[in-house]
């Protein structure tokens, strides 16, 4: 039997209602979806009643009420206790400090409601929907403007004692390097959209301090607009400076993966964002590391993957944590 569920996507831009339906087959099908900016200047009153209202408008443009809805999910940047249903002054949400987000839409409509961080909310996501699917422990990674995790463990989500699980980027990989999570030589530095970009900003001074030209930065004024996009076209060009930095990165990912694959044993790690735009410069030397490094009966088990559900992962990620709930 087919159920109905609402997953509510809230960033610190924009925000997404979606409505959706879990089929038979365990599958979700997209029935509607509302955006709508965060407008965090704002506040939240102002915010959530714009959620009040977006709900509101794709119940009655579908058809249904409150009473049709078997469940609805949440996610949203953390800190936040899915426990309690709070969020915790998310670092791109100002003024978000402690907000019952669960009772307030309990109250409002009386569906069963959960919430977790995007992270764990993107792992629920691929591991039912997307690339990681069929796999009882699966590890995903962001590796977007920042570098967090979701676990997978033994078929369940595991958000550890305080929904801190998993917060892989602010583990130290070197004693100096690009700065992500407020720490230098950071995982999240060595691997994250910033940290690619700190990266070559370095390697552009040493370039530029020794007279020599550098093809994706002309002067010392683009510097600061470099981007790992930027750097990856580059990259594809062929430019060897654009390479390296690719290069570097990949290694320390493979340093990070061989630590969760010989503490985790995982079946599968989905890698979000920049690894699926730039898998090629990355895997080799990502993948050498690992070769080196790991255990070879975990290794041996383990498959790596660009995460499966592209561009529409946020909105499975909201539904997923209401199919969660079923």
Not at 44 to 59: E, G, K, M, Q, V
Request: hydrophobic residues 40%.
């Amino acid at each position: 039997m087919s159920q109905l569920i609402i997953g509510l996507d809230i960033g610190g831009t924009k925000c997404a209602v979606i409505l959706g339906k879990v089929k038979e087959n365990g599958l979700v099908e997209f029935m509607g979806k509302k955006t709508f900016p965060t407008e965090t200047s704002k506040g939240f009153d102002h915010t959530i009643r714009n959620i009040y209202t977006n709900i509101d408008a794709i119940l009655f443009e579908s058809k249904y009420t409150p009473k049709n809805i078997a469940a609805c999910g949440i996610s949203c940047g953390g800190p936040l206790d899915s426990k309690k249903g709070v969020i915790m002054s998310p670092p791109n949400l100002p003024g978000w400090d402690n907000i019952p987000i669960i009772e307030l839409l309990e109250n409002r409509y009386g569906i069963k409601t959960g919430i977790q961080n995007d992270a764990n909310a993107c792992a629920l996501a691929e591991w039912k929907y997307g690339a990681a699917r069929g796999f009882n422990n699966a590890i995903f990674l962001t590796f977007g403007t920042g570098m967090g995790s979701g676990l997978i463990l033994d078929g369940r989500l595991y958000a550890g004692t305080n929904d801190m699980a998993g917060e892989v980027g602010h583990v130290r990989l070197e004693r100096f390097g690009p700065v992500g999570y407020g720490k230098a030589g950071s995982f999240e530095g060595f691997c994250s959209g910033g940290g690619l970009a700190q990266l070559a900003q370095t390697k552009i001074y040493e370039k530029f301090q020794m007279g020599e030209h550098v093809s994706f930065c002309k002067s010392l004024e683009e510097i600061h607009s470099i981007s790992a996009k930027t750097i990856a076209e580059a990259a594809y060009a062929g430019d060897e400076l654009a390479l390296e930095i690719y290069r570097i990165c990949g290694h320390y990912l493979g340093h990070a993966l061989s630590i969760l694959i010989d503490i985790l044993n995982p079946e599968m790690i989905v890698l979000g964002s920049i690894y699926a735009r730039a898998r090629q410069l990355i895997e080799p030397s990502m993948r050498k590391v690992i070769e080196r490094e790991t255990v070879s009966y975990a290794r041996d088990v383990c498959k790596i993957e660009p995460a499966g559900l592209g561009e529409s992962i946020s909105d499975y990620a909201a539904l997923s944590v209401a199919s969660y709930q079923l």
